[in-house]
């Protein structure tokens, strides 16, 4: 029995043999023809791969699709195409050019600064392969699996999960890997427990077949676990079944604290399909759409097309209120053609800033959104709001489009609310001044908020000790919001990763948050907590497990 530990990717527990695929080189046997014969060769391969990735994308569900989409734009890209045309050119045959072109192209993405963008290599490896198997005359690089498995790899890549027949992928395990890229996001979806960074000595010694357990959360793996391990597991597994079976009925039930205090659940969601599996398991609305994901799958849409996907959000929502944050561009969310390289980009241009500094993007969007608020219940707030300037330009900006919409005649919901997110210690702290401007509500973004309260990126392990996101320096930016919000008579939400964690949620509750938004699928953990609550009879001086209550020894 051997311990590994790796980091949390998707949540879960499982146990099952390992499954290695064998990522073969290929290049024996073929047949070089000549440069213009290999590249009629190449360019037929990429129709088909473009073809195979469009079937696989209206199959699939969510970010799957976006990356899905994301991998067909990499087959127009002009750098990639370019870089295999040379090669073809000086003689090489296109299976080979395609593979060192990859390679290239994948090695250049790694070595850039943002972390997003080192995350898609694995999307260009991945697309490539898909052209060469064509090439090559082989299958796709499916993964064969023949009994249900945890998959161990170096790196796993968004086809690879795709690949497979549901329920046949118990787990994903890799040695390098991190837990923001696509395949890692995918596993998330898909409800794959999965640990990426487990370093290359776990590689060696995880045999094909070998047994293994994940336990994603705590990011530990055991290789070949002992009887007495896994007959724990198994206890384990049992309980978490019966947990889920008595959490089922929570999907319906409105969410308040054993005192009878209400809480709204919200989701943070990507899209209609986000949307539906966040009403299914019982959320109230929206209370984050990520809008920037839009424009990251390769394209620009248009007001039109915009408007058509706030609608069809709205339309998934069923009636509850959606809640879309204008693009959050910027950081490690970089868009083609927009985005500039800066030297520290979680300082850069982000947020509402990058979208004032751009006023025809910023204008189209609201415009889309202002006419999608007469298709139903929606809300609007700007993301890295630092004060009552950056709020007064950006509904400087509503204005005109209200203004431009009146002109031509196109509907739209005159209350249409406006609010600002709270994720810079100067919104939290002037807060009140922003309440006292028109903001209609606040929604408290943690993720950024603690990354710029304690200087420590978000996206950098070596200061992942200094992100502290329950340090009394946090709290006390988010007392100082919700008291504004209370003064001023307007909602305060919180929807950054910590309100999905059940026992933060329960403290933001104690705090006085009375709206949260999380990840989907953690809305039954969530409620399940905060319906075990009872605020009364700790204000009472009642026991609240874990802390001594005044008087008591400890
Ligand atoms: C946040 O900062 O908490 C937030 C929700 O925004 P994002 O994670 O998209 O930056
Ligand atoms: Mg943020």
Not at 132 to 148: F, Y
Not at 151 to 178: H, K
Not at 455 to 478: K, N, Q, T, W
Request: proline content about 4%; some cysteine.
């Amino acid at each position: 029995m051997q311990k590994y530990k790796g980091t949390f990717a998707s949540e879960g527990l499982v146990m099952g043999p390992i499954y290695r695929p064998e990522r073969q080189t290929m290049g024996l046997g073929r047949v070089v023809h000549g440069p213009s014969q290999e590249r009629a060769l190449f360019d037929a391969a990429v129709v088909l791969a473009r073809d195979e990735l469009r079937q696989l994308q209206q199959k699939a569900k969510g970010e799957q699709k976006d990356i899905l989409h994301f991998q067909q734009a990499l087959l127009e890209d002009r750098t990639l195409i370019d870089e295999v045309g040379d090669y073809i050119a000086v003689g090489a045959d296109s299976a080979a050019a395609v593979e060192r072109a990859a390679s290239i192209f994948a090695r250049t993405l790694k070595n850039v600064d943002d972390a997003y963008i080192r995350e898609r290599s694995a999307d260009v490896v991945d697309v490539c392969r898909r052209v060469v198997d064509i090439l090559d005359g082989r299958p796709r690089g499916k993964l064969e699996l023949t009994r249900p498995s945890i998959l161990v790899a170096d790196q796993v890549l968004p086809s690879d999960i795709l690949s497979v027949e549901p329920g046949m992928l118990l787990g994903i395990v890799t040695s390098s890997g991190s837990a923001q890229s696509h395949a890692s996001i995918i596993a998330g979806v898909m409800g794959i427990p999965a640990v990426v960074g487990l370093g290359s000595a776990f590689l060696d010694a995880a045999m094909d077949g070998a047994t293994l357990l994940l336990d994603a959360e705590a990011g530990d793996v055991v290789l070949e676990p002992d009887e007495a391990v896994q007959e724990a597991v198994r206890r384990r597994l049992q309980k978490q079944q019966e947990r889920a079976e008595e959490m089922d009925w929570l999907r319906g039930a409105p969410c308040h604290t054993k005192d009878g205090t209400a809480v709204r659940l919200f989701a943070n969601c990507s899209g209609p399909q986000d949307i539906e599996t966040a009403v299914e398991l019982g959320a109230d609305g929206v209370g984050l759409l990520r809008s920037e994901f839009l424009l990251m799958k390769g394209q620009f849409p248009d007001e039109e097309e915009q408007y058509r996907f706030y609608v069809d959000c709205l339309r998934a929502a069923r009636g509850r209120l959606v809640t879309v944050r204008t693009f959050d561009i910027g950081a490690d969310k970089l868009v083609d053609g927009l985005s500039e390289p800066e030297a520290n980009p979680a300082l850069g241009l982000r947020g509402v800033r990058f979208c004032l500094a751009r006023p025809e993007l910023f204008h189209t969007q609201l415009c889309a959104l202002l006419r999608a608020s007469a298709e139903g219940p929606l809300r609007v707030m700007f993301p890295m709001v630092g004060g009552v300037e950056d709020w007064r330009e950006a509904m400087a900006c509503v204005a005109t489009a209200r203004a431009a919409l009146r002109t031509r005649g196109a509907a739209f919901d005159e209350q249409l609310l406006f609010g600002s997110m709270i994720e810079i210690p100067s919104a939290a702290l002037t807060a009140g001044q922003i309440a006292a401007h028109g903001c209609g509500f606040f929604s408290i973004g943690t993720n950024d908020l603690v990354q710029y309260t304690h200087g420590a990126d978000r996206l950098e392990p070596g200061v992942a000790r200094y992100y502290r996101e329950d340090s009394p320096a946090v709290r006390m930016l988010i007392g100082m919001t919700l008291e504004a919000g209370q003064k001023a008579g307007i909602p305060v939400c919180i929807c950054g990763q910590t309100a999905s964690d059940p026992a933060l949620a329960a403290d933001y509750v104690r705090q006085g948050l009375r709206i949260l938004s999380i990840t989907g699928n953690r809305l039954l953990k969530v409620k399940n907590e905060l319906m075990n609550l009872d605020l009364a009879a700790e204000a009472a001086g009642a026991a609240r497990p874990g802390f001594a209550q005044a008087g008591e020894r400890p």
